[in-house]
């Protein structure tokens, strides 16, 4: 069974600062990595996705992730945090050739930037 | 451009009464999906469907109907809702499971 771990519910940053959100997954096979935002009272939206080829992706907002085979990792990262990225942040993978089924969310980590 | 529509946004039930949320979007997406997200669970997906006229079981289908009759719709039922039940709805679309999805603002449901 394929399984997502966000293992920081909460991550506080200041303004200014470079911000890590991590992401830990298991897939039997290649996998599909995705971050997805979520804003108070909205829907989830997609920031970014690993699916092949360069190991970092950029992504919407500034927003950056790495994928690391090894270490079955694919955390978000941004080099300077503002007040406005404060928001709800999913990891989701599927494998590769995986049915619609098949895409697996992380239970989130609350990200707030302090000004 | 209006994306995923979902109606209502707010909903409250009495247990055992049933009702119907709608998913709408305008992008042509092939594939539809309905999810529940509750605390500390992120989202688990209930039903979902790969094209007009096909609907499959996702994780956590039971207590839930869905019926996708044309491409631009999504329907998700509760034939007799259980306080289990509430949570906050979410439905989204893609052109495939592989592309990111496009999620609708959520409809927030409690039975009481």
């Known amino acids: 069974a394929q399984s997502v771990a966000q293992p920081e519910d909460q991550v506080n940053v200041a303004e200014g600062n470079p911000l890590t959100v991590k992401c830990t997954y298991s897939v039997s096979g290649n996998p599909y990595l995705f971050w997805y935002v979520q804003y108070p009272n909205r829907g989830l939206q997609f920031l970014l996705k690993?699916?092949?080829?360069?190991?970092l992706v950029k992504g919407s907002y500034g927003f950056e992730a790495e994928f690391n085979k090894s270490q079955t990792s694919f955390h978000l990262k941004k080099p300077s945090a503002l007040v406005s990225d404060s928001a709800l942040y999913f990891c989701a993978v599927r494998v590769a050739g995986g049915s619609a089924r098949q895409l697996t969310f992380g239970s989130g980590t609350q990200l707030t930037v302090l000004p | 451009n209006a994306g995923v529509t979902q109606t209502p946004k707010f909903r409250v039930l009495k247990t055992g009464q049933s009702m119907t949320l709608l998913c709408a979007q305008d992008m042509n997406h092939e594939y539809m999906y309905w999810y529940r997200q509750d605390p500390g669970m992120g989202l688990r997906l209930i039903h979902y469907?790969?094209?007009?006229?096909?609907?499959a079981k996702g994780e956590v289908p039971d207590g839930y109907n869905v019926s996708r009759l044309k491409k631009q719709n999504f329907l998700l039922g509760l034939e007799s809702a259980a306080p289990s039940q509430t949570s906050v709805y979410f439905c989204?679309?893609?052109?495939?499971?592989?592309?990111?999805?496009?999620f609708g603002s959520g409809t927030r449901l409690t039975v009481v």
């Open positions: 690993y699916i092949t080829g360069d190991n």
């Open positions: 989204a679309s893609s052109y495939g499971p592989q592309k990111g999805y496009t």
């Open positions: 469907s790969v094209g007009e006229g096909t609907t």
